[in-house]
């Protein structure tokens, strides 16, 4: 068995998914290559051609369709044979130290269920929603009133100090096999967005820890953002509602639509 296995998936993004795979080996010595796993999910643009042609030595698997994000990661993480999984988007790029860090970490720590790292935007910023609490209700209100009164969020991502959360980035999230496989793999239900929370949630439900480790850093190009993207808007409401319905029930969730409402209103994505 391997001692670390990576999965990343991809969808039309090859010079993105080239970089990121160089990354990881160019940062790996040969003794000690983590086995890399790419699910590709109907790509158009020659992706798989050039893992295969550029990268032999990884798995690929090439879906005739876009399966979903959680479909394809749960594909990637049954192919894998590592005792660590490292689940990390295809427009990431890892630095010298980014998987030692993340591994010794593991090792160091004994009740770490799933580490997260420090996302870097390419300009050397740290990137924002590293990680969290669980998104209560009250939760929720305290974030958007703070960011309303003071402007300011609720977390500090700049930090230097390891800590325990509840939840960290599916960007780059390294977690035990037997603790993927004894909580449950990716909800596949889910679309995009709260896949990360509602895993790192079940994993401490089941007795682990979710840790974030500031000294293993990657750089993450990072997608479209939210407040520019309507159909990425509504996502991220329907991923929320539905994880309040798994989770704190129907009442729960009826409370959340309501609340939500006026702001849906206001941007237009009811």
Known sequence: MRDLSIVIVNLNTLLLLRNCLSSIFDT??????????????????????????????????ENTTNVGFSKATNQGIRASTGRLILLLNSDTVLEKQTLSSLMEFM???????????????????????????DPTLSYLMHRGLKRLFLGRALHDWDTKDVMEVDWVSG???????????????????????????DLCLRVRRSGWKIY?????????????SLSKDRERRRAYFES???FYEKHYGPVARLALKLLLFPYRLYLGVL
């Open 240 to 242: 929320l509602l539905y």
């Open 171 to 197: 960007a780059c999230l390294m977690a035990r096999r037997e603790v993927l496989f004894s909580a449950g793999l990716l909800d596949e239900n889910i679309f995009m967005y709260f896949e990360d929370t």
């Open 212 to 224: 974030f480790n500031p000294a293993a850093t990657v750089i993450h190009i990072g997608g479209q």
């Open 107 to 133: 090792r160091g720590h004994n009740d770490a269920g799933v580490c997260g790292a420090c996302l870097m935007r390419p300009d050397g910023s740290v990137q924002p929603f590293l990680f969290g609490s």
């Open 28 to 61: 790996s010595q040969d003794s000690h290559a983590p086995e890399v796993i790419v699910v590709d999910n109907g790509s158009s643009d020659g992706s798989g051609d050039m893992v295969k042609r550029e990268f032999p030595s990884v798995l690929l698997a």
